[in-house]
Structure formats: structure tokens, C-alpha cells
């Protein structure tokens, strides 16, 4: 992965050098199960990265999955194969949301299950975590995620969090069989080390 990563960059006249242990960096973890897992920067150039990303899956043929957790009100992915968008989903659907402008964010669990046929997922729990909601529907104006809502009952025994919590996405990754590490520090921000798999190494860019 990360020699696929470093032919996209230098494609963009940049170079990946190893990270300082203070420097905002991208943290390349060591294959856990069936996964293969990269935490970006903290910054959200959203271009370049998902242009990285889709490189890597051309060269190695494989599908991907980019998650993330905006400002920690919801969670959102984009699935795909071979450089291709299959599926994007947005846990709290909103208009004129800024990261899939023009495409579908509800999500669709089939897909999903079939890009990872080897992890032997369950559609009814996929389901249960591409619960997507329209900010504008008036039946979740009332609605509070701090609450024992039961609308935001967990997904699977055992998670952690109410299926429309934006941390909800720390159990989907679970449910992948990808283990996620400490969430936040003590002081409540999210930590860079989200994946428990062992660092293999931190890099970031340089012109080249």
C-alpha cells in the first residue's frame, strides 16, 4: 500500500517522508485480519486524498473504504472498487452537504456486503448501520441522541453506541473486523491512533 501511495504522489511532483513524532501525519497500521488500515491527517483536503486512495485500489485491484466522523455530529463512507465509486452513505443526510454534493448518501447495505464476500457480514446488521436520516424529516425534530430514544438502539449486542450516534462508525468498523483503538484522549479529542492494529509507519508529504 504504501509504495502504491507513493507512486500517486510523485505523480503530484511529491514525495511521502517520515512523519516527526509531533507532525500532523497519515498512520499506515499493520495488516489486522483481513484489513489493511491508513488514518489521514487531520486536515480535509478532499480531492487529492481521495484520488490517493482510489490509486491504490487500481494498482492492487481490490475494494476500499474511506470513513470518516465530521466534527463529531455524524459519520459518513465511500465505498469502492478499482479506482470506481460503488456506494456512499451520510449518517444524517443534509442539503447541500459538501462531501457528495451530487450523489445518493443513503447508502446500500447489499453493496457493501458484496464487495467484502469474505468477511461473511450479516445484511440485516449492514442495514441496521447505514441508517441514514434527513435532517429535514419532521418525525426527528424531537429527537435526542442522548437520550434512551429507541430509535438509536445499538445495532448488534455488545456496541457501544446508539446506531444514529456519529461514534456509531467505531462499531461498524468492529463489525468489518477492523478493531478500533481509543477513540478519544482524556481530554475528549480524537485520538490519531484510532486503529488498534500496530503502527507500521507515519509519513506525510513534501514537495518533491
Known amino acids: 500500500m504504501f509504495d502504491a501511495l507513493a507512486g500517486f504522489w510523485r505523480a503530484q511532483d511529491h514525495r511521502l517522508v517520515d512523519a516527526a513524532a509531533d507532525e500532523d501525519a497519515y498512520t499506515l497500521h499493520r495488516t489486522s485480519g483481513p484489513w489493511t488500515a491508513l488514518s489521514w491527517t487531520r486536515g480535509w483536503e478532499w480531492d487529492l486524498r481521495r484520488r490517493a486512495q482510489f490509486h491504490v485500489s487500481r494498482v492492487h485491484d481490490c475494494p476500499g473504504l474511506l470513513t470518516f466522523l465530521y466534527d463529531?455530529?455524524?459519520?459518513?463512507?465511500?465505498l469502492f472498487h478499482?479506482?470506481?465509486t460503488v456506494d456512499?452513505?451520510?449518517?444524517?443526510?443534509?442539503p447541500g452537504q459538501q462531501f457528495f454534493p451530487d450523489a445518493s448518501v443513503r447508502g446500500r447495505p447489499d453493496l457493501l456486503v458484496a464487495q467484502f464476500p469474505a468477511l461473511?457480514?450479516?445484511p440485516d446488521h449492514a442495514r441496521g448501520y447505514l441508517t441514514s436520516v434527513d435532517v429535514e424529516d419532521p418525525t426527528y425534530e424531537d429527537f435526542d441522541a442522548s437520550s434512551d430514544d429507541p430509535r438509536n438502539r445499538p445495532v448488534r449486542d455488545g456496541d457501544r453506541w446508539g446506531r444514529l450516534d456519529a461514534e456509531a462508525v467505531f462499531d461498524f468498523?468492529?463489525?468489518l473486523g477492523a478493531e478500533p483503538g481509543t477513540p478519544?484522549?482524556?481530554d475528549g479529542f480524537p485520538n490519531p491512533y484510532l486503529f488498534a492494529a500496530p503502527v507500521h509507519r507515519r509519513f506525510t508529504t513534501r514537495p518533491a
Open 72 to 78: 463529531g455530529d455524524y459519520w459518513g463512507y465511500e
Open 82 to 84: 478499482h479506482g470506481t
Open 88 to 94: 456512499r452513505f451520510l449518517q444524517w443526510a443534509q
Open 120 to 122: 461473511g457480514l450479516d
Open 173 to 175: 468498523w468492529r463489525f
Open 184 to 186: 478519544y484522549d482524556t
